[in-house]
């Protein structure tokens, strides 16, 4: 099992993330970010990652650290949890529909992180969580995961639609990047035989 527990800890919060790569989408995810909670459990599902998410933080300022912390640590757990990335798809891409929402979620695990984001919102909150926090979780994980992550809203007018279109997105991405290749199940997928540089 591709597995892999990572612990984060620092003056602004203290993270705990455990993943299984080769799970069933089960979930256990608490922040303190009502919000981000559902989005985290949305990755899960439709990744069919497992996920334990225990997050504490400087919720009395403002979300920004827990939330791109969280996106450090569920990225460090992915990359750890991948080894050399043998025998993957290493690529994925999905288009989800959300009501009158599409996006658009390409990833390459390539060890070259970067993050293209086009998505806008016409409100600065969800809830309590500032929308320009997403693209900061974006950011942290593509970083951290080592992803090449581009990430499109093709149109949508619910700015709740258009994360979570996100999030399912890069869940459904995700998941067929990391799948095991049956025909190249030991071989790194490069011309380089190694993924990064």
Not at 38 to 57: K, N, T
Not at 149 to 156: I, K, S
Not at 161 to 173: Q, T, W
Request: hydrophobic content about 40%.
């Amino acid at each position: 099992m591709r597995e892999a527990n990572v612990t984060r800890k620092t003056k602004e919060t203290s993270i705990d993330v455990r993943i299984n790569l080769d799970g069933s989408g089960q979930y256990d995810v608490s922040t303190g970010i009502g919000f981000l909670d559902h989005m985290l459990e949305q990755l899960s599902r439709h990744s069919l990652v497992d996920l334990f998410v225990r997050a504490e933080g400087d919720l009395h300022i403002d979300f920004h650290h827990t939330t791109e912390d969280t996106g450090i640590a569920i990225g460090q757990a992915i990359s750890a949890a991948l080894c050399d990335k043998s025998g993957i798809v290493r690529y994925g891409a999905a288009y989800v529909p959300m009501d009158e929402t599409l996006s658009r979620v390409a990833l390459d695990i390539s060890a070259r992180p970067y993050l293209v984001w086009r998505v806008q919102f016409s409100k600065p909150k969800l809830g309590e969580m500032d929308t320009e926090l997403f693209k900061e979780w974006f950011q942290a994980f593509a970083q951290a995961a080592g992803i090449t992550l581009h990430v499109e809203n093709l149109y949508g007018e619910n700015n709740h639609h258009i994360v979570e279109s996100c999030f399912k997105g890069l869940a459904r991405s995700l998941r067929t990047a990391i799948e095991i290749d049956p025909r190249a199940s030991n071989v790194i997928p490069s011309t380089k035989g190694a993924l990064g540089g």
